[in-house]
């Protein structure tokens, strides 16, 4: 591995492993705002956290294109600390439980700092058959620090509240530029975000960039209808995972993408149409962008699920939007996995895309 690929590798390291669960993405916030100062002409954050960086147009009636990728990673938050000083846990986003038994946590104290825990289970030894067969529902895990008490716990800063996220490092595996981390969804999307723009960096688009880092994602997409609400776009281009089921037991029919094959252009996702049905202008937009720049795609219909692509009609603001995903397998647990070319094509179908998004343009689809 070089160039391009070890540099966004080394990027997408860097953001990955970042601590940053649902509302608490200030770990991530000041990486992102670091990497943006010199890509944009103007950086700043909202009250919530949102980051926006401002790349100017080159016309005077520029047309608003947002650019979307979440900041936030799901997680969890300490509710219960029992006598013996076990931690219990309440989910930030979406988990499956079957996956988290022996699992081990980054715990952030009250000042800041890591203590690190694992989520216990009862060896198999003294376990009955009907146990093993069972899945432990989240409510009935448990985390251990090593403490005897709950003062012992307490000492360390850890309190009600006290959030915690997977620790897990972000690292190549031996084949075909594939890497596998925690919280792909959606650091990858804020990668491929930062690396369009350093593609754009000296290169004249008419249409004004505002590029959001968003929070909140994981838990309905809250800082993403923020911004949009707030910026009044033209149009949404939202960047995330989407489900790589390449993999051993998905029937054909069940496939949604493939690693190695190109970003996705989302047609659809949520079930029955309950997210994002792509604005046509938009998807034929991606694809003329794709097949020009001999940029290798996928068309994406996921049933389930959706991303900030879909906020800007939940809340009533007339924004037509479109969303490019990196195939991701293993989405929302500690072992995701992706390749670099997709990630990094998806970024260049991005800038391909942002290129064509003229005044004309707009003015021919959309009549504005």
């Known amino acids: 591995m070089g160039g391009e690929y070890e540099e966004f590798f080394n990027l997408l390291k860097k953001l990955a492993n970042a601590f940053g669960p649902s509302g608490y993405e200030d770990e991530i916030r000041e990486i992102v705002e670091k990497e943006l100062d010199n890509?944009?002409?103007?950086?700043?954050?909202?009250?919530?956290?949102?980051?926006?960086?401002?790349?100017?147009?080159?016309?005077?009636?520029?047309?608003?294109?947002?650019?979307?990728?979440?900041?936030?990673e799901i997680g969890f938050m300490i509710k219960y600390i029992d006598d013996k000083g076990f931690l219990?846990?309440?989910?930030?986003?979406?988990?499956?439980?079957?996956?988290?038994?022996a699992q081990r946590l980054r715990i952030r104290t009250r000042d800041g700092k890591t203590v690190r825990g694992v989520i216990g289970v009862k060896p198999p030894h003294i376990m009955t058959p009907e146990e093993q067969k069972q899945v432990i529902p989240l409510e009935?895990?448990?985390?251990?620090?090593?403490?005897?008490?709950?003062?012992?716990?307490?000492?360390?800063?850890?309190?009600?509240?006290?959030?915690?996220?997977?620790?897990?490092?972000?690292?190549?595996?031996?084949?075909?530029?594939?890497?596998?981390?925690?919280?792909?969804?959606?650091?990858?999307?804020?990668?491929?975000?930062?690396?369009?723009?350093?593609?754009?960096?000296?290169?004249?688009?008419?249409?004004?960039?505002?590029?959001?880092?968003?929070?909140?994602?994981?838990?309905?997409?809250?800082?993403?209808?923020?911004?949009?609400?707030?910026?009044?776009?033209?149009?949404?281009?939202?960047?995330?995972?989407?489900?790589?089921?390449?993999?051993?037991?998905?029937?054909?029919?069940?496939?949604?993408?493939?690693?190695?094959?190109?970003?996705?252009i989302k047609v659809m996702d949520?079930?029955?149409?309950?997210?994002?049905?792509?604005?046509?202008?938009?998807?034929?937009?991606?694809?003329?962008?794709?097949?020009?720049?001999?940029?290798?795609?996928?068309?994406?219909?996921?049933?389930?699920?959706?991303?900030?692509?879909?906020?800007p009609l939940m809340i009533g603001v007339d924004a037509p939007s479109a969303a490019i995903s990196v195939p991701t397998r293993y989405i929302h647990s500690p072992v995701e996995v992706l390749r670099l070319d997709d990630a990094i094509n998806a970024a260049k179908l991005l800038t391909a895309s942002i290129k064509r998004m003229t005044v004309n343009w707009f003015r021919e689809a959309f009549g504005k």
């Open 39 to 72: 890509l944009v002409d103007e950086v700043w954050r909202d009250k919530h956290g949102n980051v926006y960086g401002r790349k100017r147009g080159s016309s005077a009636n520029a047309p608003k294109v947002v650019i979307a990728a979440h900041m936030d």
């Open 88 to 101: 219990y846990l309440a989910p930030i986003g979406g988990w499956n439980p079957r996956i988290l038994p």
């Open 140 to 264: 009935k895990l448990f985390v251990d620090i090593g403490a005897s008490s709950r003062e012992d716990v307490e000492k360390l800063g850890i309190r009600i509240g006290s959030l915690a996220d997977l620790d897990r490092e972000t690292v190549m595996l031996p084949l075909n530029n594939t890497i596998t981390g925690k919280s792909f969804d959606d650091r990858v999307g804020v990668a491929v975000m930062i690396w369009s723009l350093r593609l754009l960096k000296n290169v004249v688009h008419e249409s004004e960039v505002i590029a959001v880092a968003t929070v909140q994602e994981e838990v309905g997409l809250k800082g993403a209808k923020l911004a949009v609400n707030a910026l009044k776009p033209d149009a949404l281009m939202a960047l995330d995972v989407t489900v790589a089921s390449d993999v051993p037991g998905v029937e054909a029919s069940q496939t949604v993408t493939q690693l190695g094959k190109g970003p996705a």
């Open 270 to 311: 949520g079930r029955s149409g309950g997210g994002l049905i792509t604005h046509p202008r938009l998807l034929d937009l991606l694809i003329k962008a794709a097949e020009e720049e001999k940029i290798p795609y996928q068309l994406e219909v996921l049933t389930g699920g959706t991303t900030d692509a879909s906020a």
